[in-house]
């Protein structure tokens, strides 16, 4: 009965590697984010959608493309995979069937390790 | 855009003192403002918001108030007991088309 839900919860992975972070919620949510946590814990957003629609797109670099199949599933790629890139990251979702606001629901993160 | 200050950084309190967090926003149009709990290791948890047509709110012990005209709010947690060390995070929110911007976090510790 998990709520929102991603995996993997670890990730190693070599610099240059292209690897994806899935993330799924049931909760019946409109709008699923993506957030970076650093070393800091400092939470910066990346991604917004809201029914599929990107809504915010936080100058993140070209090489994170999501992709929101439907509005339950909110996926993350990255591509050529670099040092600066390891970090925790959070999926989350909200009610929000206007636009994005702020997240009510976090996944239990992603550990991202990039050797 | 939207910047949040929060203060202090870090605060250890006796276990049944009263915690207090503050911060501050610099958009006098932000309308939204939640507060996370993230315990080591765990996701962040949404436990109480607020909107700007309100001054205050309760949920047991924990309560926030927003004073728009000084463009701050803050956090009280009443009667701590150790389950509230955590890292707690305020944000405020412009509108539905920008991002909830977030503060740098408060670790809170709670001894007993």
């Known amino acids: 009965d998990t709520a929102v839900s991603q995996t993997p919860k670890y990730l190693v992975t070599q610099m240059g590697n292209d690897k994806s972070i899935k993330c799924e919620q049931n909760?019946?949510?409109?709008?699923m984010y993506w957030y970076k946590q650093d070393s800091k814990k400092f939470l910066k957003i990346m991604f917004s959608?809201?029914?599929?629609?990107?809504?915010i797109n936080e100058t993140v670099p070209n090489r994170f493309s999501p992709k929101s199949p439907d509005k339950a599933h909110l996926n993350l790629h990255i591509n050529s995979l670099e040092l600066g890139d390891s970090a925790v990251y959070f999926c989350?979702?909200?009610?929000?069937?206007?636009?994005?606001?702020?997240?009510?629901?976090f996944g239990q993160g992603t550990r991202l390790t990039v050797v | 855009g939207e910047n949040v200050e929060q203060h202090p950084s870090t605060l250890s309190v006796q276990e049944g003192d009263s915690a207090v967090i503050k911060c501050t926003y610099s958009?006098?149009?932000?309308?939204?403002f939640p507060w996370y709990k993230q315990e080591l290791g765990k996701r962040p948890q949404l436990i109480i918001d607020?909107?700007?047509?309100?001054g205050e709110k309760k949920d047991q012990r924990i309560a926030v108030t927003l004073n728009k005209t000084a463009k701050h709010f803050s956090l009280h947690i009443t009667e701590t007991q150790p389950e509230d060390s955590a890292v707690y995070f305020c944000?405020?929110?412009?509108?539905?088309?920008?991002?909830?911007?977030f503060g740098k976090g408060t670790r809170l510790s709670v001894i007993a």
């Open positions: 607020i909107r700007s047509n309100v």
């Open positions: 944000a405020a929110l412009y509108s539905g088309n920008t991002p909830l911007v």
């Open positions: 989350a979702s909200s009610q929000d069937k206007r636009v994005a606001g702020g997240p009510t629901t």
């Open positions: 959608y809201n029914n599929k629609e990107l809504i």
């Open positions: 958009d006098s149009a932000s309308n939204y």
């Open positions: 909760l019946g949510h409109d709008t």
